[in-house]
């Protein structure tokens, strides 16, 4: 299996920081991959697809970068409402198939 | 706008089968799209299960294939999760979620609707 490795699997910010989560891929995996939102009690939600393409609806200060093994996830200008855990999720391949990072939690400072 | 929903039993006893349905609204199955279902412990991250295309071709996480069942009902506009052998470790938070196809060969990629998700609790 691909396996992801998020880091840091915590922060704490304020509001209008620049907030960057990496993710770590056990081996290539071009540009597949997704990250997610998830808010307590929700299900996640997808912001952003192929490493890099901001999902319809999705404010621009959530951005992506990468490819290969290392990716990161950029929020420009963090707002109250960001304060959540984030996924990323790689799909290179089947089999073996989907895996996801084990998530970053952003908290208040 | 796809529209996802979980239903099945909220407890399971140890060494029985959990199964869940997932209800499509919104979007026919028989349309295209993979359909999915992801589960995640309480407190902890997520993990892909399965995937079905409504061809009925299926796509499992290796670590539960031998426990897995997927199938899809397209009359029903519907599609379900079987695992069997459950033990405490199965306890979780179980998602369905629809994925688009993958960029460049026949299987899912990114989960882009999801159901609001179902707590399976697995006691005696």
């Known amino acids: 299996a691909i396996r992801m490795t998020q880091s840091p699997s915590s922060l704490s910010a304020s509001t209008g920081d620049r907030v960057t989560i990496t993710c770590r891929a056990s081996?290539?995996?071009?540009?597949?991959l997704a990250w997610y939102q998830q808010k307590p009690g929700k299900a996640p939600k997808l912001l952003i697809y192929?490493?890099?393409t901001l999902q319809s609806g999705v404010p621009s200060r959530f951005s992506g970068s990468g490819s290969g093994t290392d990716f990161t996830l950029t929020i420009s200008c963090l707002q109250s409402e960001d304060f959540a855990t984030y996924y990323c999720?790689?799909?290179?391949?089947?089999?073996?198939?989907?895996?996801f990072g084990g998530g970053t939690k952003v908290e208040i400072k | 706008q796809v529209q996802l929903q979980e239903s099945g039993p909220g407890l399971v006893k140890p060494s029985e089968t959990l199964s869940l349905t997932c209800a499509v609204s919104?979007?026919?199955?028989?349309?295209?799209?993979?359909w999915g279902w992801i589960r995640q412990p309480p407190g902890k991250g997520l993990e892909w299960i399965g995937s079905?295309?409504?061809?009925?071709?299926?796509y499992y996480n290796p670590s539960l294939k031998s426990r897995v069942t997927i199938s899809v009902d397209t009359s029903k506009n519907q599609f379900s999760l079987k695992l069997s052998s459950v033990t405490a470790a199965d306890t979780a938070v179980y998602y369905c979620?629809?994925?688009?196809?993958?960029?460049?060969?026949?299987?899912?990629?990114?989960?882009?609707?999801w159901g609001q998700g179902t707590l399976v609790t697995v006691s005696s």
């Open positions: 081996q290539g995996i071009s540009s597949y």
């Open positions: 999720q790689q799909y290179y391949s089947y089999p073996p198939g989907l895996t």
């Open positions: 192929a490493a890099s």
């Open positions: 979620a629809t994925a688009a196809p993958h960029s460049s060969g026949y299987y899912p990629s990114y989960f882009d609707y």
């Open positions: 919104g979007y026919s199955i028989s349309s295209g799209y993979y």
């Open positions: 079905i295309y409504h061809s009925g071709s299926t």
